[in-house]
């Protein structure tokens, strides 16, 4: 396997067959964000991935499902992606579902034919990094598109029965947006219904450039205490009919997990009672701690 740097994959994808096909983020421009750090995007050559998806079909596997391994895979051209599903389908017939990291731009660069394509294909479940709904804070941190043109993109992939899970990160605005960024968020979670949406607190990343902005008071984080409400206020927000709620990385100060809305009071009142436990003083500083990065080892997958 063709591993080319770091590589992420959501906890909810530990049953998919990793498949390589790029490192870093095409993006690489927000300012809250150093995953990659000075990873250069690059993509493995299409006759790698063809390699790789081949050795694999030399084993009896039992997977169901592929996760193409990259920041954003979804940025490859229509054709590129529609070689590797059809690679995929001819060599692993078992294989049912295709996922991967996008970006809204990645959707936004293909037409709704293409999309329906690429559904038809296998693509389903994809994650895509939101963050938020507020355009202000998308243009703040450089997210790269504004919230109509989420919009628009996530509802091209409802029309092409391509499911996705959001990403929303609470505390982007700072506290003096805070309670606007959930409400934007959850008008454009409530628009678009997403299949998952996972909430994460704003984690300060070594090296990210809000660090040196938080350094210099160009940028306040929200307090803990702040965070835990902003998460309520986007589940009271919320009217959504069948999505997952995840909160349980590990950078999420209280995990909880459900569905949304059959669940809502359930989640509302664990958060009410996690904060609760909290003492006042934790409650009133930012959250300082930053989980270990943990690399995966590429011999694992096969
Ligand atoms: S948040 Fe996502 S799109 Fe932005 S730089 Fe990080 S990996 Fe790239």
Redesign the pocket.
Known sequence: MHFLGDTYRPPFEEKSLLIPVSAG?S????KF?N??GETEFQVNPLEVIEEDINSVAKYRTLYKRVFLVG??PFTLPFESLKFIAETINEKLPRIESIGCHA?IMNVMAKTPEQLQELSELGFDGINI?LETGLDAVLDYMD?GYTSAEAKEALLNLNDARISYNLNLVTGLGGPELSMENADASAELLNEVQPKLVMVAPLHMEPGAELEKMEETGEFTQCTLGQIIDEQIRVLQRSELEDTIYFGMQSVNPIRTNGTLNADKEYLIKELEAGRSRFPEHQLNEPIRWFPPKVKLNATRTM
């Open positions: 983020c993006h690489n421009r927000c964000c995953l990659y920041g954003d970006s990094g997210k």
